[in-house]
């Protein structure tokens, strides 16, 4: 098959006067200017049905004209840089309504040991040869530590747990755990759990899990829940200036996958710090919206440190997150009419808990709801829908004092919350990928009724909600392409479709990686649409989805990010993408200054500035 990608890349034109040589102040203007994108599927987004344009047109980081072709050339005609898309599709960059941006970081020096469709490890010698080739790429010494992440035993083919003889046999030298996919436990080969204390003397702790060699007490490796929880706090935390050096990374496993904002969806305070220390120090390249977490509130509530709805430096603290109840998957969402399974300690006729009072979150919702800080309520069971329904109403808020109450995940929920919904203004943000990865569990669990009425995007919509749909990573892939996908297909695992009526339309999907999350976020007049005046925040894709069939979806691929203007990823080699991280053009000139916060070219500000042409005097000026 023909590949788009390449074609793209070697067909990019780049016209104008680049690289300028004339230290001209009236032409470096234009050079820094205008690009203008054309040449293949151009989506707007900006209205209820898919709307094309010819040409958008970026300068100085956001979109200054969206239209046809021609009439772009005509109006910005001097050193306009022309990207032919080949055939490829724009659209504005994908929007991230919830996730967890610090799981980001924390997994950029852990290992994907999941199976497949998260990671590809199938059996055990495969998880073995991942941790392997990551010891060796990143020249791991003896001693040092190899975390894997997505491990799961129920989905490889020896369909049990591996033993810490096994990756002793690997790994002699260096200690091994990988975390299993329900966060809730590991195995630990004999290095780490010597380094965990955990041996053949160790008593297992109550309502925890030490697995045992047969006839033996040795430790096996598995440890889980209250054997555990001190095993997990006491794992080395990466130090700040080596999580200030992973900031590239983190963001990089979202602009990968076409996102130019992230969500870090439950933030505790030394994580706001240090986003707010990131974002001080440049190293944010996509917006970050936090989430501060409820559980902390006499930290931020009230301290001028923490100023919630702006942006600084690409960072914005933006609402107060509640977790009123647990996981639909977990049986730990707080439902009405009691599961058809026992709890997950075997409780009969069990109904989930919520993790606070009726009082106490009434008393939550009207402070916030005083100082005008946003809501996002994580909310799975339908009667912690009614508690938030309930709140909402005590605090008498409705829909036209726009507060954009989200309502994180919204799974179980009845048919009738939709109108309290309208009528509130609470605006759900979904989570369709539940219907592939726990869609037959659901079904099992909870009944046919209620799985099939999970994330009711279709229902949703004709009830005139705006939606948002997130992967809640690391829970699931930050992949917009597989969200898609789920929300058009609603297939599970073993093929089931898990309630056929509430598929949506790949425009509809599409909103909700967009313009959605822009509202819910108080976005929409930044982000989320090809409309002048907004962030020139694009993602290129190989194909249109309102073109592919739903089959096909899944196979779609981001190939070029761009937050404000600037490129900040791409699988293609582009003319002229030679920017650093902060965008600059080194083949044009260009570096980075901290104190003016642009790309500049240091002979151009030498003059302007008055200081010598010389590179030490570029980095003294500056520095911050
Ligand atoms: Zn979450």
């Known amino acids: 098959?023909?590949?788009?990608?390449?074609?793209?890349?070697?067909?990019?034109?780049?016209?104008?006067?680049?690289?300028?040589?004339?230290?001209?102040?009236?032409?470096?203007?234009?050079?820094?200017?205008?690009?203008?994108?054309?040449?293949?599927?151009?989506?707007?987004?900006?209205?209820?049905?898919?709307?094309?344009?010819?040409?958008?047109?970026?300068?100085?980081?956001?979109?200054?004209?969206?239209?046809?072709?021609?009439?772009?050339?005509?109006?910005?005609?001097?050193?306009?840089?022309?990207?032919?898309?080949?055939?490829?599709?724009?659209?504005?960059?994908?929007?991230?309504?919830?996730?967890?941006?610090?799981?980001?970081?924390?997994?950029?020096?852990?290992?994907?040991?999941?199976?497949?469709?998260?990671?590809?490890?199938?059996?055990?010698?495969?998880?073995?040869?991942?941790?392997?080739?990551?010891?060796?790429?990143?020249?791991?010494?003896?001693?040092?530590?190899?975390?894997?992440w997505g491990y799961d035993q129920e989905l490889i083919e020896e369909q049990r747990h591996i033993i810490k003889t096994e990756l002793d046999a690997a790994f002699p030298n260096h200690k091994v755990i990988l975390i299993h996919v329900s966060m809730h436990g590991a195995v630990l080969n004999s290095n780490a759990l010597a380094w965990a204390n955990i041996d053949k003397n160790t008593k297992t702790p109550k309502g925890g899990i030490i697995a045992r060699m047969p006839n033996s007490n040795e430790p096996a490796g598995l440890i889980m829940e209250m054997a555990y929880i001190p095993v997990f706090e006491k794992l080395p935390q990466p130090s700040e200036a080596e999580m200030l050096n992973l900031m590239a990374k983190a963001q990089k496993h979202y602009t990968s996958q076409g996102y130019t904002h992230a969500v870090e969806g439950f933030t505790h305070t030394k994580h706001i710090d240090f986003l707010l220390k990131a974002a001080q120090q440049d190293k944010l390249v996509i917006d970050i919206a936090a989430l501060a977490a409820f559980t902390e509130m006499d930290k931020w509530f009230d301290n001028p440190k923490y100023k919630f709805g702006e942006y600084h430096n690409k960072f914005k603290l933006h609402a107060c997150k509640i977790t009123l109840d647990g996981s639909p998957q977990g049986k730990t969402a707080f439902v009405s009419k009691p599961y058809l399974t026992t709890g997950p300690a075997g409780q009969h006729h069990w109904h989930g808990e919520s993790s606070i009072t009726q009082t106490q979150l009434d008393g939550l919702t009207k402070k916030m709801f005083t100082a005008n800080i946003p809501l996002q309520i994580h909310t799975n069971g339908d009667a912690a829908i009614d508690m938030m329904i309930k709140t909402v109403e005590q605090a008498g808020i409705t829909a036209k004092d726009d507060r954009r109450t989200v309502i994180v995940h919204s799974q179980f929920q009845r048919p009738e919350h939709l109108a309290k919904y309208v009528e509130l203004g609470l605006t759900p943000s979904y989570f369709t990928l539940h219907t592939y990865f726990w869609g037959d569990v659901h079904v099992k669990n909870i009944g046919k009724n209620q799985a099939y009425f999970i994330s009711p995007m279709k229902a949703a919509k004709s009830a005139g909600l705006i939606t948002s749909n997130h992967s809640d990573f690391n829970v699931t892939p930050l992949d917009p392409f597989f969200i898609i996908w789920s929300a058009m297909a609603r297939e599970s695992r073993s093929g089931a479709i898990i309630g056929a009526e509430q598929r949506i339309d790949a425009y509809s999907a599409l909103q909700a990686l967009t313009i959605g999350p822009a509202y819910q976020f108080f976005e929409e007049n930044r982000k989320g649409m090809l409309k002048e005046g907004l962030l020139a925040d694009f993602v290129i894709i190989e194909n249109n989805p309102l073109k592919q069939d739903v089959t096909e979806i899944k196979n779609n691929k981001v190939l070029t990010t761009i937050k404000e203007g600037k490129t900040v990823f791409s699988i293609l080699n582009l003319v002229g993408n030679d920017q650093d991280q902060h965008g600059c053009k080194n083949s044009a000139g260009y570096a980075w200054c901290s104190s003016t916060k642009r790309c500049e070219r240091p002979w151009l500000l030498a003059k302007e500035q008055k200081f010598a042409n010389e590179s030490a005097a570029f980095t003294e000026f500056c520095k911050n």
Not at 115 to 122: E, K
Request: with cysteine; glycine share 10%.
């Open 1 to 148: 098959m023909f590949n788009k990608g390449v074609f793209f890349a070697t067909l990019i034109l780049l016209t104008g006067c680049e690289p300028v040589s004339i230290a001209d102040k009236e032409l470096v203007k234009q050079d820094n200017g205008y690009t203008v994108y054309f040449g293949g599927d151009i989506v707007t987004m900006s209205g209820e049905q898919a709307s094309y344009v010819e040409a958008v047109v970026e300068h100085n980081g956001k979109i200054v004209f969206v239209g046809n072709k021609k009439a772009a050339l005509r109006q910005y005609p001097a050193t306009l840089t022309q990207v032919d898309l080949q055939g490829s599709t724009l659209l504005p960059g994908f929007i991230d309504p919830h996730s967890h941006f610090m799981s980001a970081l924390m997994m950029v020096n852990q290992v994907n040991v999941a199976a497949p469709p998260v990671g590809t490890a199938t059996n055990i010698p495969q998880i073995i040869a991942k941790l392997t080739a990551y010891q060796q790429e990143q020249n791991i010494a003896d001693g040092g530590w190899l975390v894997g």
